[in-house]
C-alpha cells in the first residue's frame, strides 16, 4: 500500500466517524468534535485530490472545509 492509499484510507475513516458523531447530534461537545474530524478529513481528501489532480474532489472539498469549519465555530460556542 502506497502512502497515498493511506491518507485516502484515513480520510475516508475521519469521514465515517465524524458523521455519525454529528449524526448522533448530543452531546455538544461530540458534535463539535465530529466537525473537527470533518476537518480532518477535508484537509487529507483536498490532499489526496491534489497528489492525484482530481479537480472534482478537490473541489468539493475545499467547499466542505467551509463548511466544515463553519461547524466547528458554531458547534464550539455551544460548549
Do not use: H, Y
Not at 461530540?30 to 470533518?38: D, I
Not at 472534482?56 to 463553519?70: C, E, K
Amino acid at each position: 500500500m502506497d502512502p497515498l492509499d493511506l491518507v485516502r484510507w484515513a480520510a475516508a475513516l475521519c469521514t465515517i466517524a465524524a458523521a455519525l458523531m454529528v449524526a448522533w447530534g448530543e452531546p455538544a461537545r461530540l458534535v463539535a468534535w465530529g466537525f473537527v474530524l470533518f476537518t480532518v478529513a477535508a484537509l487529507l481528501w483536498i490532499g489526496a485530490s491534489v497528489a492525484d489532480g482530481k479537480a472534482d474532489l478537490l473541489a468539493q472539498n475545499v467547499v466542505l472545509l467551509g463548511v466544515n469549519l463553519w461547524g466547528v465555530w458554531r458547534w464550539w460556542r455551544r460548549i
